[in-house]
C-alpha cells in the first residue's frame, strides 16, 4: 500500500469536532486527543495488516496496533475467524464457558508462580484487583508504586511522588481521596534504596506495607525496562517485609516475548497481571498467582471481585487465537526483535546525521526512543526528554504516513505484519523529518 504523503484530514477535523460536543474532549481516552503533540488526531476507518486508514483515505504505517494488542496486525485472519465462529453461537452469557479455562490454561502453562488466574475486561480492573487481594494476603494497607508506572485509573494509583521518593503520595487527579492516597507509597524506579526507605517509611507509620506493583518493563513513561539486579534486589525485600510482588505485565506480557518479562530477568513475582495481548485486541485482562493468595477471592474466600462481562466468550475466543499462534512458532518474537532494532538503529544513526540527542531501547516487539544525552533509566530521566522536539518529530512522521505513539511517555509496538521494507518507508519518513527539524533547532 503506498504511504500517502501530503495528508489531508478534513473528515477527521470534521469529526473531531463533533465528538467534542457530546464526548469530553472528543476522545475516550485523553491521550487520543493529541494534546501533547498537537494536530487533529485522524479519525481511523479501518486496518489492514500493518497499516491503519482514516477517514479521509490516508493510509500510515501503524506503530501503535492498539497500544500493544495486535502482535498480528489488524485484521488477523486465524482471529478473525475465531471470534466470526465464537459470535455464531452468543455474543454474551454471564455464565462458565469452557473457554476460559482453556485460556487460563494456556497462560499458567508459560509464566511461572501463576498457579490461578481470574479473567477480567481490563487492565484497571486486574491490577485493581490483584492490590485487593495482595492486601487481604499480606494484612497490611500501604502499597509501594513507581513514578512513572502507570496502572490504570483507579484511586490508589492515581497518585504522584510527593516531596521525595520516601514520602507517601499525593492526589494526581481531582476526585481521588487524600485519605486514600496516603496508603500509597512513590518509589524511584531501579532505585532500590527509594524502595528500601518507603518500606521504613511504612513501618514507622504503622501500617506497613502489603503489596510492591511494577511494571518489570515499564511501558508508560517511554520503554524503560528495570534492571535485572534492581528487580532481584525488588524481590529480596519483599521477602524480607513479608510484601506481595505484583509484576504488571499487562503491557509487556505476549509482548515483549512468550513469557513477559521473565525471559529477562530470574525473579518471579508472587502475582501478576495481565492484559492487551491476550484479548487478541478485544477487551480482555487478567490477574493470577501463587494458588495460596488466589483463593482468597470469593466464591473461595472473602475478598470480593465481580464483573458481568468477565471472560466474555468473543474476547476469549480472540486472546485464544493470538496466544496459540504465538506459543507455535516462539520464533516470532526474534524476528520482531530483529525489526525493532532495524528501526531504532536506524532512528538513531539518522538523528545522530543531523546531530539530535537520541536514547532508545527495545524489549521483543516494543520499542521506545526519547530526545535527550543519557540513557534513560527512570521517569525523572524521562522527564528531561525534549517533549517539544517529540511533538514536531510526531507531526512531521504523521505527515509522511508514519503513525507513532502521541506521547514522548508511551511505547511504540512492532507487528508480524512488517518487514525490512516497511521499516525502511518509515525510516526514510524520519530521515526527511530529522531534515526539516534540523533547519529549525
Known amino acids: 500500500m503506498d504511504i500517502q504523503r501530503e495528508n489531508a484530514i478534513h473528515n477527521s477535523i470534521n469529526y473531531?469536532?463533533?465528538?467534542?460536543?457530546?464526548?469530553?474532549?472528543?476522545?475516550?481516552?485523553?491521550?487520543?486527543?493529541?494534546?501533547?503533540?498537537?494536530?487533529?488526531?485522524?479519525?481511523?476507518?479501518?486496518?489492514?495488516?500493518?497499516?491503519?486508514?482514516?477517514?479521509?483515505?490516508?493510509?500510515?504505517?501503524?506503530?501503535?496496533?492498539?497500544?500493544?494488542?495486535?502482535?498480528?496486525?489488524?485484521?488477523?485472519?486465524?482471529?478473525?475467524?475465531?471470534?466470526?465462529?465464537?459470535?455464531?453461537?452468543?455474543?454474551?452469557?454471564?455464565?462458565?464457558?469452557?473457554?476460559?479455562?482453556?485460556?487460563?490454561?494456556?497462560?499458567?502453562?508459560?509464566?511461572?508462580?501463576?498457579?490461578?488466574?481470574?479473567?477480567?475486561?481490563?487492565?484497571?480492573?486486574?491490577?485493581?484487583?490483584?492490590?485487593?487481594?495482595?492486601?487481604?494476603?499480606?494484612?497490611?494497607?500501604?502499597?509501594?508504586?513507581?513514578?512513572?508506572?502507570?496502572?490504570?485509573?483507579?484511586?490508589?494509583?492515581?497518585v504522584s511522588a510527593g516531596s521525595g521518593c520516601a514520602t507517601f503520595g499525593a492526589p494526581s487527579s481531582p476526585g481521588v481521596p487524600v485519605d486514600l492516597s496516603k496508603h500509597t507509597f512513590v518509589a524511584r524506579y531501579n532505585d532500590i534504596d527509594s524502595v528500601r526507605s518507603c518500606f521504613e517509611e511504612s513501618k514507622l507509620k504503622g501500617s506497613g506495607v502489603g503489596c510492591v506493583i511494577i511494571e518489570p518493563i515499564a511501558g508508560n513513561m517511554g520503554l524503560v525496562p528495570a534492571d535485572r539486579e534492581f528487580l532481584r534486589s525488588l524481590r529480596a525485600l519483599c521477602d524480607s517485609y513479608g510484601a506481595v510482588l505484583i509484576f504488571d505485565e499487562v503491557m509487556s506480557g505476549f509482548r515483549a516475548s512468550l513469557r513477559g518479562a521473565l525471559e529477562y530477568c530470574d525473579v518471579l513475582p508472587d502475582m501478576a497481571t495481565f492484559g492487551k495481548v491476550i484479548g487478541g485486541g478485544m477487551p480482555l485482562a487478567a490477574f493470577g498467582g501463587r494458588e495460596e493468595i488466589m483463593n482468597l477471592l470469593s466464591p473461595l474466600g472473602s475478598v470480593y471481585q465481580a464483573g458481568t462481562l468477565s471472560g466474555n466468550p468473543i474476547a476469549v475466543s480472540a486472546g485464544l487465537a493470538a496466544l496459540k499462534k504465538l506459543k507455535k512458532n516462539n520464533g516470532i518474537y526474534t524476528y520482531l526483535e530483529r525489526l525493532a532494532r532495524r528501526f531504532t538503529d536506524g532512528l538513531q544513526t539518522h538523528a545522530k546525521q543531523y546531530k539530535i540527542p537520541l536514547q532508545t531501547a527495545v524489549r521483543g516487539s516494543m520499542f521506545g526512543f526519547f530526545f535527550c544525552e543519557k540513557e534513560v533509566k527512570n521517569f525523572d530521566d524521562a522527564k528531561c526528554a525534549d517533549t517539544a522536539l517529540f511533538a514536531h518529530f510526531h507531526q512531521e512522521m504523521l505527515a509522511r504516513g508514519v503513525y507513532l505513539a502521541c506521547s514522548q511517555f508511551e511505547s511504540g509496538f512492532i507487528c508480524t505484519a512488517m518487514n525490512e521494507q516497511i521499516i525502511d518507508s518509515a525510516l526514510e519518513a524520519a530521515q526527511e523529518s530529522f531534515a526539516v527539524i534540523a533547519k529549525r533547532i
Open 16 to 158: 473531531f469536532n463533533e465528538a467534542k460536543q457530546v464526548i469530553p474532549g472528543g476522545v475516550n481516552s485523553p491521550v487520543r486527543a493529541f494534546k501533547s503533540v498537537g494536530g487533529t488526531p485522524p479519525f481511523i476507518k479501518r486496518g489492514e495488516g500493518c497499516m491503519i486508514i482514516d477517514a479521509d483515505e490516508n493510509a500510515y504505517i501503524d506503530f501503535v496496533q492498539s497500544w500493544g494488542p495486535l502482535i498480528f496486525g489488524h485484521c488477523d485472519s486465524d482471529i478473525e475467524s475465531h471470534v466470526l465462529e465464537s459470535i455464531k453461537n452468543g455474543l454474551s452469557f454471564g455464565a462458565p464457558t469452557e473457554l476460559e479455562t482453556i485460556l487460563a490454561k494456556e497462560i499458567i502453562s508459560v509464566y511461572d508462580n501463576v498457579q490461578k488466574i481470574r479473567l477480567v475486561s481490563s487492565g484497571t480492573e486486574a491490577t485493581m484487583s490483584a492490590i485487593r487481594l495482595a492486601r487481604a494476603y499480606s494484612g497490611r494497607d500501604d502499597i509501594i508504586k513507581f513514578d512513572g508506572c502507570y496502572h490504570g485509573h483507579s484511586d490508589s494509583l492515581l
